[in-house]
């Protein structure tokens, strides 16, 4: 037998008694199944790379139709909002009948740093999404996109990709812009942020979401292309990691 | 198996020696027989899956509690020796290790490597629980890939993990890529290795990648060549008794 596990849904089998929620099952019977089989969620962020800082983060257990971005689509101008400027308000406000936590990191979470929270998948909120901005990037993003949450008590840990929002140019240049549609990007946090950069590029050819080529950088903290440092402020896949504990 | 033969041989000549004294109780024949060995042995295959960056000699450890690195943690000295040098001897001697093997030398890019581990014991309850591995990329400042504390404990004799790796910065250098600070051949053989000094941000993260020359840093040591993503490691881990 050979389990393949480069993908990583690590899996760890707890014995779960079912029983108790069985019997309330039955003495309730107007209770719906959802709210029967509703479990409650630990949910740590980790941010894996070693000079991003990741925004204010938005964790949501929602339903299936919901959903706050989705790679080869056109992003919504809640998307964003989030993406370009680190504003969780507007997506927060789309997921009315989600259980969500919104800034968990109650600020920037750092480089190696991990947050933890809280969900319950009540009323059917049987899918993950979890999404922050990247800085210093344009619009980049760490995206997890309705992650179906296991029904079986354990805990599962998976990575996360850095996404682009196609919605600006990434000329890497530190203007503070961080307003939908400014260009620049709002700050750089931590270490090493340049100034007199002339922009990486000046146009966003590919509008749909899709995974980011990384920060390019360069190794003039006064001059060249861009304000960010090629040694500090690249990354790899992947950028974050997921532990959910279904108690 | 080597040590299965000279317990029995152990065995038997504890039994000449009492029915030569003569008059020996049974009972305490029982008294003296040695708990039964039980050997868990894994084979484990690695590929360098990377172009250019050779691994220094592997460090695969059988263990029982502990990791050898978490992110957000600060690096231990024998992970920083490991990263910045490539030197395993501490990693091997760590004190989580039940059972340690090294690889025979540098693992080159393409090329794998089968290292057979075991670990022997008498309570059952001893068994290993966890593989780990580690490796440096020689021609980075402190890159490492491997496996940190994969669970082997439900593997059964014959049947395999496979996995794939990603690459860490221990944090204890900065990423200068100078040639004086890659002991890999792309430093020209003369790089230095580990230095005690933690000028970086002393957290294990998951590596950025190299820059090179060729990609805007123009002090850089290495090339395009150097540049790797993840995953750099395949590797196989078999149990095989």
């Given at each position: 037998m ?22 309330s099952a ?8 959802s709210?029967?089989?509703a ?13 991003i ?11 299936g ?5 989705k ?5 919504s ?11 969780i ?11 969500k936590?919104?800034n968990?990191?109650?600020g920037l ?16 909120n ?5 999404v922050?901005?990247m ?14 949450i296991p ?10 990709n ?14 503070g ?23 990486v ?16 950088g360069?190794?003039?903290?006064t001059?060249?292309r ?9 990354w ?9 504990t279904?108690? | ?24 109780s ?5 008294e ?5 060995m ?7 295959t ?18 029982n ?8 943690e ?11 040098s490539?030197d395993?001897?501490?990693v091997?001697?760590?004190?989580i ?8 030398g ?10 057979d581990?075991?670990?022997t014991?008498?309570d ?5 629980m ?11 400042n402190?890159?490492?890939?491997g496996?940190n504390a994969?669970g082997?404990?439900?593997?059964a ?29 792309a430093?020209g053989?003369?790089?230095e290795?580990f ?14 990648g190299?820059v ?16 790797f993503?993840n ?7 078999t149990?095989?008794?």
């Amino acid at each position: 037998m050979n389990m393949l596990l480069s993908q990583a849904v690590k899996k760890t089998k707890k014995i779960k008694n079912k029983a108790l929620l069985l019997s309330s099952a039955l003495l309730f019977s107007t209770t719906t199944i959802s709210q029967v089989q509703a479990q409650e969620l630990d949910i740590k962020v980790t941010n894996l790379t070693q000079g991003i800082y990741f925004t204010p983060i938005l964790i949501a257990a929602h339903d299936g139709d919901t959903k706050l971005f989705k790679s080869g689509e056109v992003a919504s101008a809640e998307l964003q909002m989030m993406a370009e400027g680190g504003d969780i308000s507007a997506l927060s406000a789309m997921l009315t009948n989600a259980d969500k936590a919104e800034n968990p990191a109650m600020g920037l979470l750092a480089p190696t740093m991990s947050t933890s929270t809280m969900l319950s998948t009540m009323d059917g909120n049987m899918y993950l999404s979890v999404v922050a901005m990247m800085l210093p990037t344009n619009d980049g993003f760490i995206g997890v996109n309705s992650w179906m949450i296991p029904s079986e008590a354990g805990t599962y840990s998976f990575t996360v990709n850095a996404y682009d929002a196609g919605t600006e140019a990434n000329d890497e240049m530190i203007t503070g812009g961080g307003a939908p549609g400014a260009v620049g990007i709002p700050a750089a946090p931590g270490m090493d942020v340049g100034t007199g950069g002339t922009g990486v590029t000046m146009t966003e050819d590919n509008a749909y979401v899709h995974v980011h080529r990384g920060n390019l950088g360069d190794d003039d903290l006064t001059a060249g292309r861009s304000d960010l440092d090629n040694t500090v402020h690249r990354w790899l896949n992947p950028v974050a990691r997921i532990t959910v504990t279904v108690n | 198996m080597i040590s299965m033969n000279k317990k029995i041989a152990l065995i038997g000549l504890v039994g000449l020696m009492l029915s030569a004294c003569g008059g020996s109780s049974s009972s305490m024949m029982e008294e003296d027989m040695p708990d039964p060995m039980i050997t868990y042995s894994y084979q484990v295959t690695v590929t360098n899956l990377t172009y250019a960056q050779p691994m220094s000699p592997l460090a695969l450890i059988l263990h029982n509690e502990g990791q050898l690195w978490t992110v957000g943690e600060m690096a231990s000295v024998a992970l920083e020796n490991l990263a910045e040098s490539g030197d395993n001897t501490d990693v091997l001697a760590d004190a989580i290790a039940l059972s340690g093997k090294s690889g025979s030398g540098l693992l080159l890019p393409g090329m794998s490597e089968v290292i057979d581990v075991s670990y022997t014991f008498t309570d059952v309850n001893n068994a290993p629980m966890m593989l780990s591995l580690a490796t440096m990329l020689v021609n980075t400042n402190d890159a490492f890939t491997g496996i940190n504390a994969l669970g082997i404990n439900n593997l059964a004799i014959g049947e395999s993990i496979s996995l794939t790796t990603s690459s860490y910065d221990s944090g204890t250098e900065k990423n200068s890529e100078l040639m004086a600070t890659i002991p890999g051949p792309a430093g020209g053989g003369s790089g230095e290795g580990f230095n005690a000094e933690r000028d970086d941000i002393d957290k294990v993260a998951m590596h950025s990648g190299v820059v090179s020359v060729d990609d805007g840093l123009m002090v850089s040591a290495l090339t395009q060549a150097h540049r790797f993503d993840n995953p750099t490691l395949a590797v196989m881990v078999t149990r095989t008794e």
